[in-house]
DNA sequence: TTTAATGGTAAGGGTAATCAAATGTG
DNA sequence: ACACATTTGATTACCCTTACCATTAA
């Protein structure tokens, strides 16, 4: 909740090689280097030092009650050839109890100089609980952490602060210190990982087993590893270990794939006669009754025992995704629907993180929603429409996906804009403030009436978008060449004006009209439709409109970019169609040799103007580039 | 000897990506 | 009927937490 934004501005002036990143709660972390004040005390300590900024304002302040203010970064200009950079920060004030606590006997720090105003996060993610009773301790001082998934965010400073580990101590890979150290050699080690991340250590520690362990993530079992595997399993029993040693593969990874072939397991699609024994044995076994809604509480391995022919995992996803839902008189999922959900429902519970939808009470009495999970699938389904949905902080994702679920169908298509914030700006993913919004515009041809890139007031581009449209960029907007064929970065030679106005029948032109925000670039910034007009309006520096033609689908570039593009909106017949404001803005495309679309990737509407307010999580220094094993590297590497 | 911290295992609920069959569409 | 695109159901690789056990340091 940002309702109670201060307009305090801090100008900090940073001094060599310190780095800020923010933590999951928004929490401002300082990194500052070993040997940056390398006096510190004691001289054997060797932590990376972590500082939580903690910004107090004069007046705002009242030590009284625990309330605090905290501030979070939202803008970071860089400029260039010069050491310092500027933060801006707003102060947000905290409920107290949210996360203060000053009880003075919770967790006792090691290193007092160093991280004792790490109380809130640390108390989690130092302590190693994995009882019921650790928890229920921490959750009654108060204490939240994250569960779940972990975000990119968090994978990132967990790998920053590996890295910052690693340089400390002159190693090189992980592993060694993850898999050949002894405990005492590696002492702390994951407690300084740890650092920032609001989760428990142990759950910290479990991830980078994972990361890191080579016998993971190896990819689908072959015929021959099956039948090995089945072997292994007469023999050593659920000795995963074991197993796994003997396959090559981990020990949860041989653990799971035993879990998926149950001995007597059909496949295929279900008979009547095992859905209705499955549905008997969920509702025995639940003690509820035919009709009832069951979608939780469920032991999937005793309903397997039961059912007899399926293994837990079919029995649940038949029972979630489909036969509870037959049972109970579920209704069809319609257009509608994901309107509702993305526009109402969620936008409604005004949180700033996914993980923080309750699905449970999200699908509660709605009849066309199958179960929780199924519903949550069906959003991922959903927010996959747009492209980058994963570099985008959700608030950002949700506010442009409104407008996607009300696009009709054909507006859709598999084009791809990719978005950066400069020319030359260095190679970091700076996707964070664009909102996808797609336009079926295909990019064949690219003429320029006159050769000069410049400020010409007549220069006209032609974007032939082969059956459909022509893009005039008028008038002196012009595309720029990025280097990567088939992706221009579109410009203005001088002050533009803003917004641009796009009409589609049959030449889509862009016309300039008030005033710019950038000299140079602009970024698409809204776009809305009515019958005949797709409105586009622009501002910020730095768009390049990637084309994606048919021949272009073989280029790497955009093969990777159009990943994930396949379910794009469907079309829906409508019965109610009044129901729904948006006419056929945009024809759909004739398949006439048009292949694929190109697609623009754009900031969001105007109520989403970058302003500071909007920016937030990503707007962080870049952190250290070591990637991550588990995206990363499919290859081996130690073993 | 106890106890707390740390490190570890198996089980099982879960997610997300992919594959394949079914269905829709011009 | 067809050629195809899209949707949906099924599958599976991988993720995460829980419950519990083992070892070690204090």
Known sequence: ???????????????????????????????????????????????????????SSEDGEDPQDSSSTEYSVVTLPITEGDESFEVTMTATEMRDGELESN?????????????????DVSAVSQAWFTTKEDKDTLVNK????????????????????????????????????????SKEERKDFYRSIACGLNRPLFAVYRRVL???????????????????????????????????????????????????????????????????????????????EAGDVVT???????????????????????????????????????????????????????????NYINWDILAGGWSSVRSPQWLRSKWWTIKRQVANHKELPFPVLLKGLQDVVEAPPSAMNKVVVVGS????????????????????????????????SGTSDSETITLNSGALQTFELLPSFHLQPTGTPGTYFLQTGTNQSL??????????????????????????????????????QMSHPGIIIQTVT????????????????????????????????????????????????AVLMVPSPSSFIPTNEDISADSVLPLGTLTDPILENQEEGSD
């Not at 004691?42 to 900024?53: A, D, I, Y």
């Not at 399993?233 to 090559?248: Q, S, V």
């Not at 837990?312 to 069809?332: A, D, H, I, P, V």
């Not at 009515?530 to 409105?535: A, G, I, K, R």
């Open 550 to 597: 048919s021949e272009d689908l073989s280029d790497p570039l955009g093969q990777s970019e159009l990943e994930g593009e396949q379910e794009l909106a469907k079309e829906e017949p409508s019965q109610e169609g009044e129901k729904v404001s948006s006419s056929k803005a945009i024809p759909k495309m004739k398949s006439s040799g048009m292949g694929e679309g």
């Open 210 to 288: 994972r990361m890191y362990d080579n016998r993971n993530h190896v990819g689908k079992y072959t015929d021959e590893e099956i039948d090995k595997l089945k072997g292994l399993r007469e023999k050593h029993g659920n000795d995963w270990a074991t197993i796994g040693t003997a396959l090559g593969r981990s020990a949860s990874s041989v653990k799971d794939r035993c879990r998926l072939m149950k001995d007597t397991c059909n496949t295929g699609k279900w008979t009547e006669e095992e859905e209705r024994r499955l549905a008997e044995v969920v509702h025995e076994l639940t003690c509820t």
């Open 142 to 181: 108060g204490h939240k952490w994250k569960q779940g998934m972990w975000s990119k965010e968090e994978i990132d400073l967990l790998m920053s602060n590996i890295e910052r580990y690693l340089k400390n101590r002159g190693i090189q890979d992980p592993a060694e210190i993850i898999f050949e150290m």
């Open 421 to 452: 914030r400069s020319a030359n700006a260095s190679p970091s993913p700076i996707t964070a403030l664009q909102i996808p919004v797609q336009i079926p515009v295909q990019i064949t041809h690219v003429s320029s009436s006159d050769g000069a």
């Open 1 to 55: 909740m940002n309702t109670g934004d201060v307009p305090a501005t801090v100008t900090l002036e940073s001094i060599n090689s310190v780095t800020f990143t923010q933590d999951t709660d928004g929490n401002i972390i300082l990194h500052c280097p070993q040997n940056d004040g390398k006096d510190l005390g004691s001289g054997g300590t060797t932590e990376p030092v972590h500082k939580r900024l903690r910004l």
């Open 296 to 354: 939780q509480g469920v032991s999937w391995a005793s309903v397997a025992e039961l059912v007899g022919s399926r293994s837990e995992k079919q029995c649940r996803s038949k029972w979630l995704n489909y036969l509870n839902w037959k049972q109970s008189g579920g209704t069809e999922w319609t257009k509608e629907d994901d309107i509702n959900l993305v526009r109402s429902r969620i936008a409604e519970l005004d949180v700033e993180d996914e």
């Open 499 to 536: 917004p641009l106005t796009l009409s589609a029948n049959p030449t889509v032109t862009l016309t300039a009209a008030a005033s710019p925000s950038s000299p140079d670039q602009i970024i698409l910034h809204s776009l809305t439709t009515d019958n005949e007009n797709v409105t586009v």
């Open 103 to 119: 009880d003075p006997s919770e967790i006792p720090d090691k290193d007092s100089s160093v991280q004792k105003k790490d109380k």
